[in-house]
T-cell receptor
Framework: EAGVTQFPSHSVIEKGQTVTLRCDPISGHDNLYWYRRVMGKEIKFLLH????????ESGMPNNRFLAERTGGTYSTLKVQPAELEDSGVYFC????????????FGSGTRLTVV | AQSVTQLDSQVPVFEEAPVELRCNYS??????LFWYVQYPNQGLQLLLKYLSGSTLVKGINGFEAEFNKSQTSFHLRKPSVHISDTAEYFC????????????FGEGTQLTVNP
């Protein structure tokens, strides 16, 4: 089966610009998660979708971040306007049953805001 | 809430030596435990997980981990490492609830030298 796909793999934008990250989960996985790792710190949870609904968005840093999951398939994470502290690696993961199969991660998008 | 502490940020070892990467966690509820590995320029890959049962868990690439409930630890071990094991290793926990998110430690960079 195809894995979790994220694009772009890298993005360099200027402060104040807008960037949209995309994640295509494994087909049939209802659960989709976004995580972020900033500058060698721990990987932190951002939000969790179950199908197209936001189950938990407690990790979203502020209202400059907007996540959507169209029709319960792929998801986008938009940062508008980007700030320097938004730089980091954004990971997407999907899961159908974490007990049986665990979580499958994408390769991440490295975002650099200059 | 859960938290994870990886006690060593960097572990340098020589090829064919044994290695232990330490992980302690804190949680007020029962959790599942995971170790993930990130090779350079790749996504996170599941090494092994502890759900229940035997406290010694075997994973891929010759790694194993032991769950110690009294010590709240989940240390990762390999008896003989290879150059190809050079990567960053992440310990993580999730609540025993379907779809629960992962809480990660800060990661341990394992560098295997010839």
């Amino acid at each position: 089966e195809a894995g979790v796909t994220q694009f772009p793999s890298h993005s360099v934008i200027e402060k104040g610009q807008t960037v949209t990250l995309r994640c295509d989960p494994i087909s049939g996985h209802d659960n989709l998660y976004w995580y972020r790792r900033v500058m060698g710190k721990e990987i932190k949870f951002l939000l969790h979708f179950v199908k197209e609904s936001k189950q938990d968005e407690s990790g979203m840093p502020n209202n400059r971040f907007l996540a959507e999951r169209t029709g319960g398939t792929y998801s986008t994470l938009k940062v508008q306007p980007a700030e320097l502290e938004d730089s980091g690696v954004y990971f997407c993961a999907s899961s159908q049953d974490q007990v049986v199969h665990g979580y499958t991660f994408g390769s991440g998008t490295r975002l650099t805001v200059v | 809430a859960q938290s994870v502490t990886q006690l060593d940020s960097q572990v340098p070892v020589f090829e064919e030596a044994p290695v232990e990467l330490r992980c302690n966690y804190s949680s007020s509820v029962s959790v599942y435990l995971f170790w993930y590995v990130q090779y350079p320029n790749q996504g996170l890959q599941l090494l092994l997980k502890y759900l229940s049962g035997s406290t010694l868990v075997k994973g891929i690439n010759g790694f194993e981990a032991e769950f110690n409930k009294s010590q709240t630890s989940f240390h990762l071990r390999k008896p003989s490492v290879h150059i190809s094991d050079t990567a960053e290793y992440f310990c993580a926990v999730s609540r025993e609830t379907s779809g629960s998110r992962l809480t990660f430690g800060e990661g341990t960079q394992l560098t295997v030298n010839p």
